[in-house]
């Protein structure tokens, strides 16, 4: 094989992926297109226009000499306040290229974040787009150790824009390996803790082919759109890496994705796979009673994020007549390991385990349950992360030899599908026995009164744990004592009794992390 090539074997089930010694990711992604031809095709389209594979390269490269021409040494960390735009593909991919290694931050958290990650990663540089500059200067004024570069993406001198368009449009990959880093991803998990999740070069091939694929059947003629944002591992599979890797087309949006704005990126792009999360679809289904967006060019949808409440997925199917593919993956995996299949979705399940990727479900001592029973989550696959950056203690904890800890709970279905039961802090066990907040919450959004429910643990006056419901309400409803009697009666219908909620809060949103993960850890402190 020649330097920085990856033999793809779709031959062999799992497809072999095998890495020449000498191993730039960023040579398939990017300089690939160009040796094969796509040099005209769309790579990237948003409200700037359209950007070619052929443009997209040079600009790759002029961002990678503009990192190195400040001096960076390799493996030197570039962190990225960068709202879904072209940029961000041109310094996430110049870095990897110049051998530097970028870390996208989300671009929804506040200076004092900011701070810790900065402390935290010690970077050699900082570009942040515009509407971040605020927080990002709050953040650098207060950091122990300031980055030894603070680029804004826009105007002159020191801006990166500036630098790029000053710099060379060829540019030699670094040497690296399948195994060396090539970004990280910040992660808070449920505590709120930062942890840099450090990504080798192989994690970002292994997953745009076992996932999109080998399992959502993605193709080179496929536009995509995700209303999940770059700055995470869903949004950044979604909307960069799956296109990339198979020729197709990006659609970006940088603004908030309301169901309004996602609906009209979808009639003037027409994208051919749609990339949301529950909370979405949900707003989007409640817009869908009072407006009709063309939808047609939408082959596939598909979410992950939380797991998606079979009633959900029923109403969705009936307003648009299309399927959502569910599946779970954790910034630590990149990218989804268990999903659904186009054609063959389950409702209310994760689906099986995505090609490549090996599956456990165990108790508490680390052995593996018997089948039909709920136990902890275990993966294992080649995109799992080296490491967390400078945090030895939790790395050990978080692998089981080469097996992930999750934190999910999970149980097997009779039809072998993986149904979630919730994140294993979040059980409840009530009169002696493991509940399920994930089986709660999907009855009573079932209900139509209801748009969003999460259940988590409260004590009862005798000190005993109980399921409480925090609950959004559909447009147009009002919560009463009634609705609250209906909401229980509603819940003793199909579930075991014990089940019920105890208590019913009527909330106007719940708290969620930028994936639109229910954090039910902060409903747990205000209860």
Not at 54 to 61: E, F, I, M, R, Y
Not at 184 to 210: C, I, N
Not at 245 to 258: E, I
Not at 374 to 390: C, H, K, M, P, V
Request: with cysteine; net charge negative; glycine share 10%.
């Amino acid at each position: 094989m020649h330097d920085h090539t990856v033999a793809v074997d779709a031959t062999q089930t799992p497809t072999a992926l095998t890495f020449a010694d000498n191993f730039n990711v960023a040579v398939p992604f990017i300089d690939r297109h160009l040796e094969e031809g796509r040099g005209a095709r769309v790579a990237i389209s948003d409200a700037g226009g359209d950007v070619t594979y052929g443009a997209l390269a040079a600009a790759v490269n002029r961002a990678g000499n503009a990192l190195s021409a400040l001096g960076l040494a390799r493996g030197d960390r570039v962190l990225m306040v960068v709202k879904d735009c072209p940029l961000f593909f041109y310094v996430f991919w110049g870095a990897i290229k110049a051998g530097f290694v970028p870390v996208p931050l989300n671009t929804l958290l506040r200076a004092t974040d900011y701070r810790v990650v900065i402390e935290n990663a010690r970077p050699a540089c900082i570009v942040w787009s515009p509407e971040f500059a605020g927080e990002c200067e709050a953040a650098l004024a207060g950091a122990a150790e300031r980055p030894r570069h603070a680029l804004p993406a826009e105007g002159r001198g020191e801006s990166i824009a500036a630098r790029l368009a000053a710099a060379s449009d060829t540019l030699e990959p670094a040497p690296a390996s399948a195994d060396d880093p090539a970004f990280w991803l910040y992660t808070s998990g449920s505590t709120g803790t930062p942890k840099g999740a450090v990504h080798r070069q192989r994690d970002m091939v292994v997953t745009s082919q076992y996932f999109a694929v080998d399992t959502l059947g993605v193709r080179p003629d496929d536009i995509h759109f995700s209303a999940a944002k770059l700055f995470f591992a869903y949004g950044l599979g979604n909307a960069m890496t799956f296109p990339l890797w198979t020729g197709g087309t990006a659609v970006l949006n940088a603004q908030r994705p309301t169901p309004e704005a996602t609906f009209a990126t979808i009639e003037r792009y027409r994208p051919t796979i749609y990339y949301g999360v529950p909370t979405l679809y949900a707003a989007q289904l409640q817009a869908l009673a009072r407006a009709s967006p063309d939808l047609s060019s939408l082959r596939l949808c598909v979410s992950a994020g939380e797991p998606l409440p079979a009633a959900l997925l029923e109403r969705w199917q009936g307003a648009t007549g299309l399927d959502i593919v569910d599946g779970i993956g954790t910034t630590e995996s990149l990218h989804i390991f268990i999903s659904n299949r186009p054609g063959a979705v389950v409702p209310g399940t994760s689906g099986t385990p995505v090609p490549g990727y090996d599956v456990r479900l165990v108790d508490d001592a680390g052995r593996d349950v018997p089948s039909g029973d709920t136990g902890n989550l275990l993966i294992r696959g080649r995109s799992l992360i080296a490491e967390y950056w400078d945090e030895p203690g939790r790395t050990r904890a978080a692998f089981d030899g080469e097996w992930l800890r999750t934190g999910d709970t999970y149980a097997v279905d009779a039809a072998g599908a993986y149904v979630c039961c919730g994140r294993s802090d979040d059980m409840l066990k009530v009169g002696g026995i493991w509940v399920s907040p994930v089986e709660i919450e999907a009855r009573l959004v079932s209900h139509p009164a209801v748009l969003e429910a999460a259940v988590v643990g409260r004590a009862d006056d005798d000190g005993l744990i109980k399921p409480e419901a925090w609950i959004v309400l559909a447009e147009g409803q009002a919560a009463s004592e009634r609705l609250s009697e209906a909401l229980v009666a509603h819940c003793k219908e199909a579930l075991a009794r014990y089940k019920y909620p105890r208590w019913l809060r009527y909330v106007d949103a719940l708290p969620k992390t930028a994936t639109g993960k229910i954090q039910r850890y902060r409903l747990r402190e205000g209860s």
